[in-house]
């Protein structure tokens, strides 16, 4: 019965690679988020999404695309990998977007290592 | 731009005792929400407590509490008989508008045995 759920929950791979990571919540919000903590922790807002549409697109490289293809679930893909994108990446959701007055829950994060 | 801040990024107190961790944030909303989470070693993002602008009264979770001052936009968060399992990082946080939350930097807390 886990509310938000991410896949995997650890993922290594080489530079220069393509690769996604998936998102699913069953609290039936209609807000979804990705975010990037790097090393030092820092929690930082690369997109939300609203009902399926895009919302929030905090100056990420284009080599980062997310997908929503229902309100219950909001996919990261990220094209030619780079050492920089080394971090956990936490998928979070929200409901009432529009006058937030709800706290988000967070997925357990991804923990991206470029080799 | 709206902003949390946490100035101390690493605090320790011995278990039993207890500590408050600071947090202040700017915003020219008239009506937002703040939030403490915690992140322990397993990285979950877990809510621990939340406040909402309008309501004058501090909200209280079990042994955690904050202490609201909206006139100096500070939301401290207080941790009463500190735990083993209370060691974490703690982000504050702030509604911001449309669909948008921002977080603090985070402070480091060890509890001590």
């Known amino acids: 019965d886990t509310a938000v759920s991410q896949t995997p929950k650890y993922l290594v791979t080489q530079m220069g690679n393509d690769k996604s990571i998936k998102c699913e919540q069953n609290?039936?919000?209609?807000?979804m988020y990705w975010y990037k903590q790097d090393s030092k922790k820092f929690l930082k807002i690369m997109f939300s999404y609203n009902n399926k549409e895009l919302i929030i697109n905090e100056t990420v490289p284009n080599r980062f695309s997310p997908k929503s293809p229902d309100k219950a679930h909001l996919n990261l893909h990220i094209n030619s990998l780079e050492l920089g994108d080394s971090a956990v990446y936490f998928c979070?959701?929200?409901?009432?977007?529009?006058?937030?007055?709800?706290?988000?829950?967070f997925g357990d994060g991804t923990r991206l290592s470029i080799l | 731009a709206q902003t949390v801040t946490q100035s101390q990024p690493e605090m320790s107190v011995q278990e039993a005792e207890t500590v408050t961790l600071s947090c202040t944030y700017d915003?020219?909303?008239?009506?937002?929400?703040l939030f403490w989470y915690k992140q322990p070693p397993s990285r979950q993002m877990i809510l621990v407590i939340r406040q909402e602008a309008y309501k004058q009264q501090n909200a209280t979770e079990n042994r955690f509490s904050v202490n609201f001052q909206k006139a100096a936009k500070s939301f401290s968060l207080k941790i009463s008989d500190s735990q083993l399992g209370d060691t974490a990082m703690y982000f504050c946080a702030s509604t911001s508008g449309t669909y948008k939350y921002i977080f603090g930097t985070g402070t480091r807390l060890k509890v001590l045995a």
């Open positions: 609290l039936g919000h209609d807000t």
């Open positions: 915003t020219s909303e008239s009506n937002y929400y």
């Open positions: 979070a959701s929200s409901q009432g977007g529009r006058l937030i007055n709800q706290p988000q829950h």
